[in-house]
């Protein structure tokens, strides 16, 4: 049987070679696809900023469009209306809307904040006090108390004196914060009558899926998934790495079909 199988063999040795190549290549595919999806499937946004909460209320970052999943190229928002109806259900113990704004600050990159959402963290105080006036910030790095700083942003740049040196209670390594009063934050996000995410604060009795009855089909976060609106940018990397391994496996399942026809 041997003998005939190598006589065979010799006599399609192309064919032998091509479905040889063919099932080689699908092995990869299925290799690489696997190992793409099993890394897109461990890895998430961090949680860092919202570390000190329960939940995240968020909107939500993909749409269904006819029968397609589209992620939006922004982040959306929720209205800042949802913050006194999720701060009302049961169990919660606070409810605070955040906004973020790229800035520098006398030439360091930086994120605008408003003070009220270092409880989020949590951020704490390690000198000074928290702003009260547009022109006043609180850093999250070392800074001089009583100094001006110069602020550019998408607004006209003015100057500011630092009043309060704020550390986390939790590593923060994707940005450095800083935080004006919420007006002042809310000014340079720019877009009044909603927030970026509200972060909620669990006291006794706390139940997320609550969140859910008022959300209004905002997308409630919890455990790992709270850091997807922190980094709405890196959720849609994590989903277009999704994406690329079942590409991987779709092909390889050709390649398979194609051998065995």
Known sequence: M????????RGRLGTFAGAFVAVFASAVLVMAGGMTLESALRVHPPVERYAATAAVVAGRQNVRVGEEHVSLGERAHVSSALIGRVASVPGVRGAIGDVAAPAWLSG?????????????????????RPPSS?????????????????????????????????????PVRQQTAIFLTDSAAAGLAGHGGSVDAIGVLAGPGFDASRLRGVASGAAVLTGDQRGQAE??????AHT?????????GGLALFLAVFVIA
């Open 2 to 9: 041997l003998r005939l199988a190598l006589l065979s063999a």
């Open 108 to 128: 360091r990159a930086t994120v605008v904040h408003g003070w009220a959402s270092a409880a989020l963290t949590p951020y704490v105080l390690s000198a000074g």
């Open 134 to 170: 547009p022109d006043e910030v609180v850093t999250s790095y070392h800074a001089r108390l009583g100094s001006s700083l110069r602020l550019v942003s998408d607004a006209p740049s003015r100057r500011v004196t630092v009043v309060g040196v704020a550390r986390p209670r939790h």
């Open 231 to 236: 980094s709405p940018e890196l959720q849609e």
């Open 240 to 248: 277009k790495l999704i994406a690329v391994a079942a590409s991987f």
